[in-house]
């Protein structure tokens, strides 16, 4: 075994671990993994993305379920758009993108480069937000959910077009909005994401189904892999302190996107 590909199974654990501590960040690190160290096709790696991302928050999900701390209601409200909209984007959208895209002078656009882009650009806002969160208290949720119903319908579509597009869970995009706009408590918040991405991510694999030749047994081991991971990131929140967790990983997500424009943008020269 290569040594990268070593650190890639490595690397592989830690999607979980972020998803067993904050609730979400596993998206983050699964495409860039795939591509970087593995060396699949941006598109494939956020389909990838999607079923071991679902898969290992399905396993969360449950485990905090079994705590008390995942609100089924409220994961169904919310997902209900969201949901739509990720299966109505892989099924439907996604085929239609072409390889290469647009021109820029001499440089050509295609959907790899484009696709990389976007998503360190998107890392780059999601890392913004997790070193400047602070702890807020929660309101009334139940007055909250009733009036917030058409801004959390909008929050549904803008993750389910993320999550479509880029394979990302929206796990850092769920949490902000459960807390901030539903006034859920932290612990209840990070259940209840995990089981939005879980429904989100594996309801947009199966949009992909036919479009893709997926490669099982190499896919059914690092969702294995990424599952351990989340099992024990459940044990470390125990012991961490939530806030300095987040900015830590918050920081790590920075220097990543920065890292992958940087790399992508050099393939114009």
Not at 173 to 196: C, D, F, Q, R, Y
Not at 197 to 226: E, M, P, Q, R, Y
Not at 233 to 258: D, Y
Request: proline share 3%; hydrophobic share 55%.
């Amino acid at each position: 075994m290569q040594k990268m590909e070593i650190i890639a199974y490595i690397a592989s654990v830690f999607i979980g671990i972020s998803l067993g501590m904050i609730g979400g960040g596993g998206s983050i690190l699964t495409v860039p993994v795939l591509v970087y160290m593995f060396g699949i096709s941006p598109l494939v790696s956020t389909s990838y993305s999607l079923f071991i991302v679902g898969s290992t928050s399905l396993v969360g999900a449950y485990s905090n379920y079994l705590k008390g701390a995942v609100k089924i209601k409220t994961a169904l409200l919310f997902g209900s758009t969201s949901i739509t909209t990720v299966f109505l984007t892989r099924k439907f959208l996604i085929p239609l993108v072409p390889h290469d895209l647009f021109s820029i002078g001499a440089f050509q656009i295609t959907e790899p480069l484009l696709t990389m882009v976007l998503f360190a650009v998107l890392m780059v806002a999601a890392s913004v937000g997790m070193i400047k969160s602070k702890e807020r208290k929660p309101g009334c949720l139940e007055c909250d959910l009733k009036g917030n119903i058409a801004r959390m319908l909008l929050s549904g579509i803008g993750i389910g077009l993320t999550t479509g597009f880029l394979g990302a869970g929206g796990g850092f995009l769920l949490i902000p909005t459960l807390v901030l706009i539903l006034g859920m408590p932290m612990k209840e918040a990070v259940g209840t994401s995990l089981l939005i991405i879980a429904l989100n991510s594996l309801i947009g694999f199966a949009g992909d189904i036919g479009h893709f030749v997926i490669d099982w047994a190499f896919l059914l081991k690092i969702t294995g892999i990424a599952m351990a991971g989340i099992l024990i990131g459940g044990i470390l929140a125990k012991r961490v302190n939530a806030t300095s967790l987040k900015k830590g990983f918050g920081w790590f997500v920075l220097v990543m996107g920065i890292y992958i424009i940087s790399s992508e943008l050099m393939h114009l020269k």
